[in-house]
């Protein structure tokens, strides 16, 4: 099942986003970054933190300084071989992020859904660093809700298949905005 | 900021808003052994160095069994149940916002120092030694290259 299907069910204006994103979180519709080399997968994921069009720190103000060091990890973890302790540098992540969800509500202004995607990506990352496998899928679920929450119906709906559009096609014009914001992994 | 050895880069930072007699250097550290070499002169007495990382998070520098560690701070403006113990009480070594000072720099690094308000940093571990016999760190004597760097 490839992310091709997902892509048609963007364009067809009459398929509600509510029910796409639905058929994603029960593996009805394939997710963006489930499956593939994990190096791309993180890569995507570190995009749908701080993609200047369609990520999270595009879609609601104020939550940078959360989203900016998880793309961070996101990175560094793409790249299997450097010299940092990773997990540990993912588990000081997840206490303040915890700490920070408890001032909001979902279903607002789309902070706790971006809190939520940061922390689902923490987990993830833990996961991964303890040897499981992940698909990311509540993640990359959570991350569309917080669209669909802050934007009108088209223009949520363009930013969600620009962002699977990027996983089926990466463009690397783009894919280096985030490694050049934030320094390369090592 | 006296110590002018060492790998790590006073940078001068004017401050938005303010007039210019007010204007202040923070201190860049861009390594661990420069945060490790000016911990023991910066750090207050409860052996802490509040420091910034790149997204402007505070943490503090803090020796842990003679290793440098970080410390993510939970500051709000009124107390939250759950809140970790603050920047100056215990320190929390099995809570999970605790990183390798040098993890802590290079993947979310510089550090920025802001300078510290008090007139006279207060030199480390004051009670249970005789500070008059310990060896005065001036800005003559300082020498980063003679100072052990535990990992």
Known sequence: MTTHRLLDELNNPHRPLPDIIYGISTGALPSPASTGLPSERWQWL???????????????????????????????????????????????????????????????????????TALELITDGLDHCNGLETSAIEAVTSAFTAVITTQDPATARASITAAVEHWIHPTHTTTSSVSTQLGAAS | MTPTMGSFDPVFTPPLDTPASEESAALILRTFESAWSVYGVLADTHGHVPVRDCYDRLWILVEVAGRLRSRRTFIHDHPHIGDSPDVYGLIDVDSRAVLHARDLIDAHGPLRVDPSHAPVLAPLRTGATDSAHLPTCTSVSFDVTRLDCPT
């Not at chain 1, 989203?67 to 990890?73: E, G, S």
């Not at chain 1, 540098?89 to 206490?95: K, M």
């Not at chain 1, 920070?100 to 607002?108: G, V």
């Open chain 1, 46 to 116: 570190a995009h749908l933190l701080t993609h200047p069009l369609w990520g999270m720190t595009a879609i609601v103000d104020g939550l940078d300084h959360v989203c900016a060091p998880v793309a961070r990890l996101c990175q560094l973890t793409a790249h299997p071989i450097h010299p940092l302790n990773v997990r540990e540098l993912w588990a000081a992540e997840q206490l303040p992020t915890t700490e920070l969800i408890a001032a909001h509500s979902p279903h607002a202004d789309g902070h706790w859904e971006v809190l939520n």
